[in-house]
Structure formats: C-alpha cells, structure tokens
C-alpha cells in the first residue's frame, strides 16, 4: 500500500470525515502527513504561527494556556481522534492562542491549514463538511471550559 492509500485509510477512520466523498478523500490526503511526537515534546506553543490542524491518532495531547499568575494551566487533554488546533482553518485568527505538549508519545496526522481553507472554499460542500464538524468541537471545547470557569470562580475564597 502506498503512502497516499495508508493516509486515505487513516482519514476514513476519523469521524470528522465519515461524510466526504472519495475525491474529497484524495484531496485531503495530498494536504496531510503523518506526525509522531514524544512524551513531554511540544507540539506548538502559544504564539506560534497557526499552519496546521491535527487529529490526533494515537497518545494523548495537553492544551495549555499561561497565566500571568498560576504559570501554564491545562484546559483540555485531547485523545484519539479529537481536532488540536482548530483555530488555525478560522478566517481570522493567525497565532496559536494555546500551547500542546504531548502527555504520551503521540501520533498525530497534520493538515495544512492555510490549504484546507482554500480547498473549502473552493468546494463548498467540503469546506461545510469541515467547519460543520469543527463548529461541533468548538461548542464541547467552550463547554468544557465554561464548566472549568464555574469550578474556579464557584470555590468560595479565603479572606
């Protein structure tokens, strides 16, 4: 099996894709790779130029944001087959506004951003398939941190 083949396999596993079509699977394929990172290795940081979207294949991935008073603070632990780096296929934003850090060694696949977008906008049916699914992961992550925000400000404090 050939390299492109191994990529389309991997991508029809991933919910995010159930819906495309085969030429869509082609045309994500030749957009991805294959990216392994290990234990305590950084993905990207806040910061950082937004370039890829990855979904995370294998391991476990730690989201990150600092605080000027409490240091690096986790927000989310993505695993098999969530999105890390949604952002980046956004029409605005254009840094990371978060850091990963790889809780296990971790396989990922990696998406050109920048072209993604342009193949969605391209082809309307893809680029509704994607941001469909993406919108869904955007909702969940700001529910979980709504949740996180109602545990930190709902401790009563110590005076």
Avoid: C
């Amino acid at each position: 099996m050939n390299k492109k083949q191994s990529l389309i396999n991997l991508l029809q596993a991933i919910p995010l894709f159930h819906e495309l079509s085969e030429e869509h699977f082609n045309t994500v394929a030749e957009i991805s790779h294959i990216v392994e990172i290990s234990k305590d290795d950084t993905l990207f940081s806040e910061g950082d130029k937004e370039d890829y979207l990855y979904i995370v294949l294998e391991g476990r991935i730690a989201i990150e944001i600092s605080s000027p008073t409490r240091g690096r603070l986790r927000i989310y632990t993505a695993e098999p087959m969530d999105i890390v780096g949604w952002s980046s296929v956004t029409p605005v934003v254009r840094q990371r506004t978060a850091s990963t850090r790889a809780v296990l060694d971790s396989r990922l696949i990696a998406l050109d951003a920048q072209t993604l977008r342009k193949l969605g906008d391209a082809d309307p049916e893809l680029g509704y398939i994607i941001m469909h699914r993406i919108a869904n992961v955007i909702a969940g992550r700001l529910m979980a941190t709504r949740l996180q925000l109602l545990d930190l400000f709902g401790q009563p404090t110590e005076e």
